[in-house]
């Protein structure tokens, strides 16, 4: 229905420290690159879609989560041209990158 939201996921609930853990495992780097944080108010600890009205279509995910996540990884990785534009061109990014990767150069 047009002016509808419709959310697409994999219907799997995973905590945000496994998606960072996968990931640095897959990068084939140390655990240690993730920083805890203390929690605030409203912080996250993982986030869940309700994909029933894009069912209800007919559609479903065709991988499940860590499938999806291990090749995104593998994209971003085999694609850097992509990314490193993004990455070097906004002053915002730059401005965020340099001031939070501060203490890992």
């Known amino acids: 229905e047009a002016g509808q939201v419709y959310n697409v996921g994999a219907n799997a609930e995973v905590r945000n420290i ?3 853990e996968r990931i640095v495992q897959v990068l084939g780097k140390t655990p240690d690159l993730i920083k805890y944080v203390q929690d605030r108010l409203g912080h996250d ?3 869940a879609l309700d994909c029933s009205k894009i069912h209800a279509l007919g559609w479903k995910p065709t991988r499940v989560f860590s499938e999806g996540l291990d090749s995104t990884i593998y994209w971003y990785k085999e694609n850097p041209e992509w ?5 070097y061109q906004s002053e915002d990014f730059k401005k965020f990158h340099k001031e ?6």
């Open 18 to 20: 496994e998606v960072a």
């Open 45 to 47: 600890r993982r986030y």
């Open 100 to 105: 939070y990767y501060k203490e890992r150069k």
């Open 83 to 87: 990314w490193h534009k993004i990455k």
